[in-house]
């Protein structure tokens, strides 16, 4: 099965910085795609595991550098040792859903990252 799918924004940098922000802030990008500001928050991200297999293997495809590691029953996903994660965002203005992919995590010690990898329009996935 092949989706079709368009990065919609390239890797930025969203957050660099210590833990205390990294979960307590909400950090915001402008999307291009429907001209409205996509709101962030760490501990509202998924896992990109609770995403549909052929959607993986097509997001995995798109974006370079995301690696899978079995661990005992679920299989993890990271990019540069920080763990991938989701979200989907309503564009209202277009009436369109975006699906937001996202490294977080630790970098080193006391020293936390969250880099968007890319946006896509998640109505052309469905």
């Known amino acids: 099965m092949s989706l079709k799918m368009k ?16 979960y307590k802030l ?45 661990l005992s029953t679920i299989m993890t996903h990271n990019y540069d040792d920080l763990s991938v994660m989701y979200d989907i965002y309503d564009c209202k203005m277009k009436n369109v859903k975006l699906l937001a992919i996202l490294a977080v995590g630790e970098r080193q010690p006391a020293r936390y990252q969250v880099i968007l990898l890319g946006i896509f329009k998640y109505s052309e996935m469905n």
């Open 7 to 22: 990065n919609l924004k390239k890797k930025e940098m969203i957050y660099d910085g210590f833990e205390d922000e990294f």
């Open 26 to 70: 909400n950090h915001t990008i402008k999307s291009s795609c429907c001209d409205e500001k996509i709101t962030i928050s760490v501990s509202s991200l998924k896992n990109l595991n609770k995403l549909d297999e052929h959607l993986r293997v097509a997001i995995k495809d798109r974006i370079k550098g995301i690696k899978e590691f079995p």
